[in-house]
């Protein structure tokens, strides 16, 4: 298995461990050279938020996965973690609907969990 679907699986673990409400992956390789995965979710206030960002960051380190940059974070309006193959883009629920990420990248692959 390549490391960009074994990191797809970690971070979704540990998305659904905090309560991640609709969980999107999106595979975006054919359509941008950012990744090869993008991963959407929300929580309900900011504390859940950053706590899915904080069960992401731990997972992935405790597998050995460095990120390589972090925004947003003390606002926890929109967490944007980037581990180079995978993006994950944790919102507020108002947040994901006004940006929503899904529509503009409508061109990739929306991908079912079970199928990685």
Same mark, same amino acid.
């Given at each position: 298995?390549?490391?960009?679907?074994?990191?797809?699986?970690?971070?979704?673990?540990?998305?659904?461990?905090?309560?991640? *409400?609709?969980? *999107?992956?999106?595979?975006?390789?054919? =359509?941008?050279?950012?990744?090869?995965?993008?991963?959407?979710?929300?929580?309900?206030?900011?504390?859940? =938020?950053?706590?899915?960002?904080?069960?992401?960051?731990?997972?992935?380190?405790?597998?050995?996965?460095?990120?390589?940059? =972090? *925004?947003?974070?003390?606002?926890?309006?929109?967490?944007?973690?980037?581990?180079?193959?995978? =993006?994950?883009?944790?919102?507020?629920?108002?947040?994901?609907?006004?940006?929503?990420?899904?529509?503009?990248?409508?061109?990739?692959?929306?991908?079912?969990?079970? *199928?990685?």
């Amino acid at each position: 298995m390549n490391n960009a679907k074994e990191m797809v699986k970690l971070i979704y673990q540990a998305l659904e461990d905090k309560k991640a *409400e609709d969980i *999107e992956v999106i595979d975006i390789a054919e =359509v941008s050279c950012l990744a090869d995965y993008f991963i959407i979710t929300h929580g309900e206030n900011s504390n859940q =938020v950053q706590a899915m960002a904080d069960s992401v960051d731990e997972a992935m380190t405790k597998a050995g996965f460095t990120c390589r940059g =972090v *925004e947003g974070y003390q606002a926890a309006h929109w967490i944007l973690l980037d581990y180079s193959d995978v =993006v994950v883009h944790v919102f507020s629920g108002d947040d994901r609907r006004f940006y929503d990420l899904s529509r503009i990248w409508r061109d990739g692959k929306t991908v079912d969990i079970n *199928e990685i």
